[in-house]
Every structure is written in structure tokens, then in C-alpha cells.
């Protein structure tokens, strides 16, 4: 079992940046494959990048891709989203999560069995 807490959100304008942080505790973080996922008012909870187990896969989503970096460190035990860029239409609550599989990334939250509570990121025009 692994619990996860992100941390990291907050209050940024168009074109800025911020680095989410997820830390996991528990056991079998190094084995797991880990996803980024976020949620905006009113809509359903959407892919935004995922990453291997050995960090040989990354995966992102159209809307992301070029602008935010999903990395790992399995000594720490932390997963990091690096959003450079970032619009308005990124505000969301970004949860982190974790697929005991490993390997390969898969975009579907389902696939998920670990979910942390998640962190605001507003993003002002």
C-alpha cells in the first residue's frame, strides 16, 4: 500500500510556471508506474502525463505536451510535474497516482489504484 501527497499548487499567472510534487510513502513506490491527472470545475477528471517504473516510458497528454515534464526520483520517493507555460485553461485540482503495474503508462484513471487528495493550481490570464 502507498499513500501519496501532492504539494506545490497555487496561485500563478498566464505564462508562468510551477513544480508539483508528490510524495510517496509506503511500500512498492519503485515498482509503480505514476500519473499526473487533473479536474476543472465542472468537468472530468483528465490524463496529463504518466511515467514507467525505471522512468524508460513518459507519456503526456496532447494539451501538455511541450510544456510540462513528469520526473521521478525512486531514492525519494517523489514523482514532480514541471509546468512551464502555463494558460488558464490548466487551472485544475492535479492529483497524483499510482499504477501497480509498472509498466508500460497507460492514460486511463482506472488503471490507477492509489490516488492522492490533490493540489489547487489556478492560473490567472
Known amino acids: 500500500q502507498v499513500q501519496l501527497v501532492e504539494s506545490g499548487g497555487g496561485l500563478v499567472q498566464a505564462g508562468g510556471s510551477l513544480r508539483l510534487s508528490c510524495a510517496a510513502s509506503?511500500?512498492?513506490?519503485?515498482?509503480?508506474?505514476m500519473g499526473w491527472f487533473r479536474q476543472a470545475p465542472g468537468k472530468e477528471r483528465e490524463f496529463v502525463a504518466a511515467i514507467s517504473w525505471r522512468d524508460d516510458l513518459r507519456s503526456y497528454a496532447d494539451s501538455v505536451k511541450g510544456r510540462f515534464t513528469i520526473a521521478r526520483d525512486n531514492d525519494k520517493k517523489m514523482v514532480y510535474l514541471l509546468m512551464n507555460s502555463l494558460e488558464p485553461e490548466d487551472t485544475a485540482v492535479y492529483f497524483c497516482a499510482a499504477d501497480t503495474e509498472g509498466w508500460p503508462v497507460t492514460s486511463e484513471d482506472r488503471s490507477y489504484e492509489h490516488w492522492g487528495q490533490g493540489t489547487q493550481v489556478t492560473v490567472s490570464a
Open positions: 509506503g511500500r512498492g513506490f519503485s515498482s509503480y508506474a
